[in-house]
């Protein structure tokens, strides 16, 4: 026996890859809907083999559903996961909205899926920011070694993490670099993205801080430990799937390096690809369409007694998105609802 699954905004990029993605898993799936807003109603996606239609979000009932995963951003979610919620349909939502709610578990299945039983207060579970998700996965097993008192990242995060529009943005301005009678100026992003690295991801806050920074910082604490202290750098870059991230901890234990390639070898969803020659570490192109975070370039900081760096790559609309929403639903399965 399987599970009724909603996907919410099957026509954008993450609901296309959750759809994949659950097919590609083969989750229990006993009936689907697909849905969308009423500008993309009847638009065909697929699911495996199948060819399925979305039907309308605004009349859709989600009563008798077992869960729905949301990808429609923030504004929708408000208006829409309550209404699934109070239908007994359980929701896992990839938008902002719901991540710094005490009452909502924000989950990433390999770090802390105990809270998962936390989501009977509202209904509701959070999937959490992309360069968060990928960048705890790697610090929860070095934390429970050596507890990490202080994190300092930078990111390098492609334009998939701002949607569609980012991606056809930097399609269309490396085009008309190469025609000088074309000219496309930014909209989606702040400054020319093509060619280009742009030092800012979300609005501005009152301390300097990008409000992306601040979601790495405050999730971060959330899901791995209230006590680690983080400081982050997000910034754009041209490439289209997979983000990056440089990441230095220091620890209160020592921990030597190769010790550290040990564990992190051994911990659920981390792929070590970290040989000291040319190319022996993950770039993003690399990563895009796997499942895993590839942890390369391991290194003892020899500025501070307990420190290391490491580089952290994932496909951010899979783990960074899709992937986490699928593997909070199995959780979901297996230790609430089971059924599947």
């Not at 009977?120 to 960048?135: E, L």
């Not at 998939?160 to 989606?188: C, F, H, R």
Request: proline share 4%; net charge negative; with cysteine.
């Amino acid at each position: 026996m399987g599970y009724r699954v909603v996907v919410a905004g099957a026509t954008g990029n993450v609901g296309r890859e959750m759809l994949n993605i659950l097919a590609e898993r083969q989750f229990p799936v006993d009936e689907l809907a697909v849905l969308a807003s009423r500008r993309s109603l009847g638009t065909e996606v697929s699911f495996g083999d199948k060819t399925l239609t979305t039907k309308d979000i605004d009349t859709f009932d989600f009563t008798g559903w077992d869960m729905a995963l949301f990808a429609i951003g923030s504004d929708a979610t408000k208006t829409y996961a309550p209404i699934a919620a109070k239908a007994g349909c359980v929701v896992i939502d990839n938008s902002s909205l719901y991540r710094y709610d005490a009452d909502v578990p924000l989950i990433v299945p390999e770090v802390n899926a105990d809270a998962i039983m936390g989501y009977s207060k509202k209904n509701i579970i959070a999937n959490p920011n992309c360069s968060t998700a990928q960048m705890v996965v790697a610090l929860k097993p070095l934390h429970d070694r050596a507890t990490i008192k202080r994190v300092v990242v930078s990111t390098y995060q492609s334009v998939s993490g701002a949607g569609k529009e980012g991606m056809d943005e930097l399609w269309d301005q490396t085009k008309a670099i190469y025609n000088p009678t074309s000219d496309v100026p930014p909209k989606k992003f702040q400054k020319q993205i093509a060619f280009n690295v742009i030092p800012q991801i979300d609005v501005f806050m009152e301390d300097g801080t990008t409000k992306e920074e601040w979601k790495m910082m405050v999730e971060t604490k959330k899901i791995v430990d209230p006590s680690i202290k983080v400081t982050a750098t997000c910034v754009r870059v041209p490439v289209f799937v997979g983000h990056a991230e440089a990441v230095n901890i220091e620890t209160e234990d020592f921990l030597d390096e190769d010790e550290a390639r040990d564990i992190l070898r051994e911990a659920p969803g981390i792929m070590v690809i970290d040989k000291r020659e040319d190319g022996g570490y993950v770039s993003p192109i690399e990563c895009a369409g796997d499942y895993a975070t590839f942890i390369s370039r391991i290194r003892q900081d020899s500025t501070i007694d307990n420190g290391l760096n490491f580089w952290c790559v994932s496909d951010n609309l899979r783990k960074g998105a899709a992937l986490n929403a699928v593997q909070i639903a199995e959780l979901l399965g297996t230790r609430v609802l089971k059924k599947g």
